[in-house]
């Protein structure tokens, strides 16, 4: 998998969830802040991060950061979906993509709709299966996106034509 160079792109970038997450130690308690943020160009790269500190500005700013090293590139067709259904697993959440015509929208919940709206598809349908929590939605469906192959390199490696592998 090939390297971006998100210096070029345009991003935009969506906050998933802030969480307070309190440590107690000795002296009292320790509020910390934990953001999970997706960042995307709406042109076929993605990325989520992760990132934490004792205000909520900076844990978004690192989170921000995380999430440009942590781009990918994802296919998208020319009705602006995914080239064929496929399943996104991350822990013990699950997310099923599956391709839609043109006109249909997105149809996700929240976590998984912030991913598909940065990277870029117009129709697309997914159901989010199993735990419900917000940073494994957003991996499962970066994972699903990413296992996603182009139909004319999966017809490259088996020696057929893109008409014999889609019908």
């Known amino acids: 998998m090939k390297k971006i160079d998100a210096s070029q792109l345009e991003l935009a970038d969506n906050v998933v969830a802030i969480k307070r997450v309190t440590?107690?130690?000795?002296?009292?308690?320790?509020?910390?802040?934990?953001?999970?943020i997706v960042v995307g160009d709406r042109n076929g790269h993605v990325?989520?991060?992760?990132?934490?500190?004792?205000?909520?500005?900076?844990?978004?700013r690192k989170a921000k950061e995380d999430?440009?090293?942590?781009?990918?590139e994802v296919p998208i067709n020319e009705?602006?979906?995914?080239?064929?259904g496929f399943t996104g697993e991350f822990g013990?959440?699950?997310?099923?993509?599956?391709?839609?015509?043109?006109?249909?929208?997105?149809?996700?919940?929240?976590?998984?709709?912030?991913?598909?709206?940065?990277?870029?598809?117009?129709?697309?349908?997914?159901?989010s299966l199993g735990s419900n929590n917000k940073q494994n939605v957003v991996l499962a469906t970066?994972?699903?996106?990413?296992?996603?192959q182009d139909p004319s390199e999966i017809a490259r490696l088996r020696?057929?034509?893109?008409?014999?592998?889609?019908?």
């Open 23 to 36: 440590k107690v130690v000795k002296g009292g308690r320790n509020m910390r802040f934990a953001a999970l």
């Open 47 to 60: 990325g989520a991060g992760v990132g934490k500190a004792a205000e909520i500005p900076e844990a978004i």
């Open 67 to 72: 999430a440009i090293k942590n781009m990918i």
């Open 79 to 84: 009705a602006g979906s995914i080239p064929y």
């Open 92 to 127: 013990s959440a699950t997310v099923l993509l599956k391709s839609a015509p043109e006109g249909t929208g997105i149809i996700a919940g929240g976590p998984a709709r912030s991913v598909l709206d940065l990277a870029g598809y117009r129709n697309i349908r997914t159901k």
């Open 142 to 148: 970066l994972n699903g996106l990413k296992s996603i």
């Open 159 to 167: 020696g057929k034509s893109v008409d014999e592998i889609l019908n």
